[in-house]
């Protein structure tokens, strides 16, 4: 075991004592649930809550339940004042199941409660509390507890004549009941929790005092679940000087461990798998007699297990034909044998490796398990005798020879270790190995009959492959040289000048070095006046020249602390507008100041490092040093802003539509700045709740199922602020705009038909991907393909599609000859579409009609007219007859006519 520093350092707590109707929490936090609240059955909503407060101190916290399944009930609370004004009104889920609320007067108060589950109202109801003015305590808020002795606490006073009129029931910090007596006599640090009823059913009270040292400090430990075989540091957070003291497991004897400011536990000093517990105690000046004590645990757990076989030893000292067989007897996370590179992960208890084909040599297994190192060296050996051949090299051992640890100027210088190569000049390499850490050092050996090596005291193994040939492994034991013993924080903060007194029971001389190199000497118990900020370093070496300890060297550094500031932080608030500020100090411990709350009228409302309020408006914090006038301080004003406790949750919600098949619903606050997170709840018709996780944080959801969306907002500490639901509906408005395949359109006149596809929100056309209008109906005048975007009163959106032809564009089609009688060569005339109306007539070279024909309608596939070759029921004469085609489209003014020549051949 081994002290590594200590230092004087005070730290002193100071708790502000605040007496509620209940607690919400633990360890002096109002705001968490500490209270007995009657219980209901499971799912069934019953408001419960007292019915008298008593105010102490100027103010009582009333806790109120609503029972009911926290799960899907939604909670709605008003509070009502004695003349029936509204205080507060709040609403929401699981956290609003119970609710708390400061009292400041006397008086008659309205608690009323409704509650919903799922979409219906199923509970209301409301409660009567009488506010009046409570007992006179004389608990303090803070007591010592001096190492330890009982130190007794009273929560009130012993001499009242109505003492008796009162039950003072007492908790721990865990919540079990451990007295019903006014005082309570404790040793173990720590919260504790009072509630103070009276005998006739009147007012109870509760509230909390805070029992512990004088000294504000922790344990600290390493490792707090540590292996076999592993080193643990013992440590406090402030720099204290103390005693150290270890109970073993199994034992309830205290072992001195020595003082200092930390302890380091070495492996051999921790042989034992168990429980261990560290006591550390300190002394205070400011009040002598009374130390401060603290205790901490630590686990020490069994290494890994594992077998090694050697199956097979390697013929000589380079043959490579040696086998092991790993035998695991508890389930390992990893295993590794370092000189191969190989790893086994998760490996169950009773698992079996077998590593073939290697050569004699040291080998370093590591095993892990549930965060436990386990390090062993396995010496794989040769056969006896060695089955050489001609090729094996000739194994001739070095000479070796061994120099201890030797004092230097600043502490102890590394032994010597020295080979003897007597046959001369060798080639190969060595390796350094420690039980338990594996290699320490290695390196090669190139044409050398003699090598030295550093090495720091301790017990090692030596490997020597020579012309690849590894000689049999040596133990080697490097003796430590002694060091004196001495410590000093390794950091120190300075507010203009501290006094280091390097702590240590042996007659020493110490050297410090300064920052700016300058040097002091002095003798042990003689102090050396820090005042520079920056790196240190003090060596000590022994007063009597005779002495045989090393001299020993540490480092430390120093912040020099002229000044300080603070400020007033928010440390915890409560989803009810409760705060908690605290002390954020920077420069110098809260043990050396005196801490003053002040209201907006000067008024002092606090003294402790942290301070409860659920008054807004104006503060001013001030802190001044303690003991240390030269540190100044100026106040701190600060404002404690309303809390958002409650906002307008509202939405737009759009209708299911066919296509995408989804809607979008919109979420919107009217304080969106105070949402820090957000949750989306689905009910279908028949009430029914699901969660839709999917959803979290999300201002606008997309869905496809129809049905009753709910959105709960929370703000930056997770409380609910609001929530509100909203209907989403699938569309019925689903008819698609009514289009024809075609229309046609006179280009020439710039003419068209008027194209109605229906009663829709907004229209948008396009022609080869441009709009051309947004009006609800169109008209075309141009050829090309159409695209027509609707969109319904519900907002969904449907498209067609159409093409246009110009039907003021006249094509025909007809032969100057025809053969009577051969149906291949008849007589046929066609049109394109947008003709409407077409006659036709053939006349003989006498000028005489021999053939007229009027188009009924204008055929899609076929011709528009066609003629035999027949005039008055007979053939007509062989010879060349006028054709005149007349066409029209009346609806556009379009009309033209063609002439031209027949041949008709027999």
């Given at each position: ?46 408001l ?36 029936g ?7 929401g ?28 109202f ?41 003492l ?8 721990n ?16 640090e ?27 400090f ?28 270890l109970?073993?497991?199994?034992s ?61 030893k ?9 086998q ?5 007897l ?8 370092e ?6 992960s ?57 120099q ?5 100027a ?108 300058s ?6 118990g ?18 009597d ?8 060297t ?83 004003d ?10 307008e ?30 949750e ?80 829709f929100?907004?229209y ?11 009006a ?8 090309g ?28 089609k ?32 006498q ?19 066609s ?22 489209n ?16 027999q």
């Amino acid at each position: 075991m081994k002290s590594l520093s200590q230092f004087s350092f005070l730290k002193v707590g100071l708790l502000g004592l605040v007496v509620f109707w209940t607690w919400l929490g633990v360890v002096g936090n109002p705001f968490r649930n500490y209270t007995e609240v009657e219980s209901n059955p499971a799912g069934t909503p019953n408001l419960s809550g007292p019915q008298e407060l008593c105010i102490v101190f100027g103010a009582v916290i009333g806790t109120f339940s609503g029972g009911g399944d926290p799960g899907i009930d939604v909670y709605y609370w008003e509070i009502l004042d004695p003349q029936g004004n509204l205080l507060i009104e709040r609403s929401g889920g699981a956290q609003f199941q119970s609710i708390n609320y400061s009292f400041h007067e006397t008086g008659i108060y309205t608690i009323k409660l409704r509650v919903r589950r799922n979409a219906a109202f199923i509970y209301q109801d409301q409660l009567r509390v009488t506010v009046k003015n409570g007992p006179e305590l004389v608990i303090l808020p803070d007591y010592l507890i001096c190492g330890e002795d009982p130190t007794l606490i009273t929560a009130l006073d012993p001499d009242d004549p109505n003492l008796s009129n009162f039950v003072v029931t007492w908790k721990n910090q865990a919540g079990q009941i451990v007295s019903n007596s006014n005082a309570l006599s404790v040793t173990q640090e720590g919260f504790y929790y009072f509630t103070v009823t009276s005998n006739t059913g009147g007012c109870e009270v509760n509230g909390n005092t805070y029992a512990g040292p004088s000294l504000d400090f922790s344990l600290t430990v390493s490792n707090s679940s540590s292996c076999k075989g592993s080193e643990v540091t013992l440590s406090t957070d402030t720099p204290l000087s103390g005693d150290w003291f270890l109970i073993r497991p199994g034992s309830t004897t205290r072992e001195n461990l020595g003082g200092g400011f930390q302890i380091l536990l070495e492996k051999e000093d921790l042989q034992t798998v168990g429980t261990y517990q560290a006591i550390f105690s300190a002394n205070d000046p400011n009040y002598p007699g009374c130390k401060s004590t603290r205790k901490i645990n630590f686990e020490i757990n069994e290494t890994p297990a594992i077998q090694i076989t050697t199956l097979e030893k390697p013929d000589n000292c380079s043959f490579p034909n040696g086998q092991i067989q790993l035998n695991n007897l508890v389930g390992l996370d990893s295993l590794i044998v370092e000189e191969l590179g190989q790893k086994w992960s998760n490996l169950p208890s009773g698992s079996n490796q077998i590593l073939s084909n290697l050569p004699p040599q040291m080998y370093t297994i590591i095993a892990y398990t549930s965060g436990c190192k386990y390090v062993r060296l396995y010496d794989l050996e040769t056969k006896q005798p060695p089955l050489n051949n001609s090729s094996t090299p000739t194994i001739i051992p070095p000479q070796v020879s061994i120099q201890a640890e030797t004092c230097g100027a600043t502490g102890a210088n590394p032994g010597t270790l020295s080979l003897d190569f007597t046959q001369g000049n060798v080639t190969g390499e060595y390796r350094i190995l420690a039980e338990g850490v594996g290699l320490i050092q290695q390196g090669v050996i190139t044409d050398q009959s003699k090598v030295n090596l550093n090495v720091p005291g301790g017990m090692y193994f030596l490997e020597l492959k020579i012309d690849g040939c590894t000689y049999p492994v040596e133990p080697i034991d490097i003796p430590k040289k002694p060091q004196v013993d001495f410590s000093v924080p390794s950091e120190i903060s300075i507010c203009e000048v501290f006094d280091l007194f390097p702590d240590t029971n042996q007659e020493l001389t110490f050297t410090l070095t300064y920052p700016d190199l300058s040097t002091q000497t002095l003798d042990s118990g003689e102090a050396f006046s820090l005042t520079m900020e920056g790196a240190y370093e003090i060596i000590a070496v022994p007063q009597d020249p005779n002495s045989e300890l090393c001299p020993k060297t540490q480092a430390f550094t120093a912040r020099l602390s002229n000044s300080f500031s603070f400020e007033a932080e928010l440390l915890e608030e409560d989803c009810f507008g409760n705060q908690i500020f605290h002390v954020k100090l920077d420069g110098v411990p809260e043990n050396e100041v005196s801490i003053r709350w002040f209201n907006q009228d000067g008024t002092i409302v606090g003294r402790g490092v942290q301070y409860f309020s659920s008054f807004t408006g104006p503060h001013s914090l001030v802190v001044q040093p303690l003991r240390s006038g030269y540190c100044p301080s100026v106040p701190f004003d600060f404002i404690i802003e309303q809390p958002v406790l409650s906002v307008e949750v509202n939405f737009v919600a759009e209708k299911i539509c066919p296509d995408p098949g989804f809607a979008s619903i919109e979420m919107s606050t009217n304080r969106d700045d105070a949402i820090r997170a957000i949750e989306w709840i689905f009910f279908d018709d028949a009430g029914n709740r699901r969660d839709l996780p999917q959803y979290s944080g999300q201002r606008t959801i997309q869905t496809s199922e129809p049905g009753n969306y709910e959105a709960v907002v929370y703000n930056r500490i997770g409380c609910e602020i609001g929530r509100n639901f909203t209907k989403l509906e699938k569309s019925t408005l689903l008819a698609e705009p009514a289009l024809d395949n075609q229309y046609g359109v006179c280009v020439k006149n710039q003419k068209g038909p008027a194209i109605d596809p229906g009663s829709f929100a907004s229209y948008r056309w396009y022609l080869e991907g441009n709009l051309v209008s947004e009006a609800p109906i169109f008209m075309p005048s141009e050829v090309g393909n159409y695209t027509l975007e609707v969109v319904t009163q519900d907002g969904c959106s449907f498209a067609g599609a159409f093409s246009t032809y110009d039907l003021c564009f006249f094509e025909y089609k007809m032969p100057d000859a025809m053969i009577l009688d051969d149906p291949t060569r008849k007589f046929d005339v066609w049109i394109n579409q947008g003709i409407t109306e077409a006659e036709l007539f053939i006349i003989n070279r006498q000028g005489q009609l021999i053939y007229y024909q009027e188009m009924v309608e204008n055929p899609e596939t076929g011709p528009a007219f066609s003629w035999d070759g027949y005039a008055f029921g007979k053939p007509a004469i062989v010879g060349t007859y006028a054709v005149v085609l007349k066409v029209s489209n009346s609806a556009y003014g379009f009309s033209q006519k063609v002439t031209q020549s027949l041949l008709v051949i027999q």
